[in-house]
Nanobody, 114 residues
Framework: QATFVESGGGKVQTGGSLRLSCAAS????????MGWYRQTPGQQRELIAG???????EIASSVKGRFTISRDNAKNMTYLEMNDLKVEDTAVYYC????????WGQGTQVTVSS
């Protein structure tokens, strides 16, 4: 069973919106702060948003004001709401724990075109 299952990616035009979802096991979801990462070809995976069990969030400056991270404790789900998407947001998006890295899921591709 995969540690994390990401979904919700797709192709949108600049200015569009997408909502990504991440499913994790209950054991992981309640043990760790959760984060969203993204990776473009030739680049390292970068953490862009994190949320702790109490709900406090951290957002990277590159997406602040456009992306929002949230979690649903009843469903063991983490979400990334992405608005005003830009071409440079094109990447594969992954979720994982925020402070430790567990096994990566498959990720979900987000493609933004002008």
């Amino acid at each position: 069973q995969a540690t994390f299952v990401e979904s919700g990616g797709g192709k949108v035009q600049t200015g569009g919106s997408l909502r990504l979802s991440c499913a994790a096991s209950e054991a992981i979801f309640f043990k760790y702060a959760m984060g969203w990462y993204r990776q473009t070809p030739g680049q390292q995976r970068e953490l862009i948003a994190g949320i702790r069990s109490g709900g406090s969030t951290e957002i990277a400056s590159s997406v602040k004001g456009r992306f929002t991270i949230s979690r649903d404790n009843a469903k063991n789900m983490t979400y990334l709401e992405m608005n005003d998407l830009k071409v440079e947001d094109t990447a594969v998006y992954y979720c994982n724990a925020q402070d430790v890295i567990l096994e990566w899921g498959q990720g979900t591709q987000v493609t933004v075109s002008s």
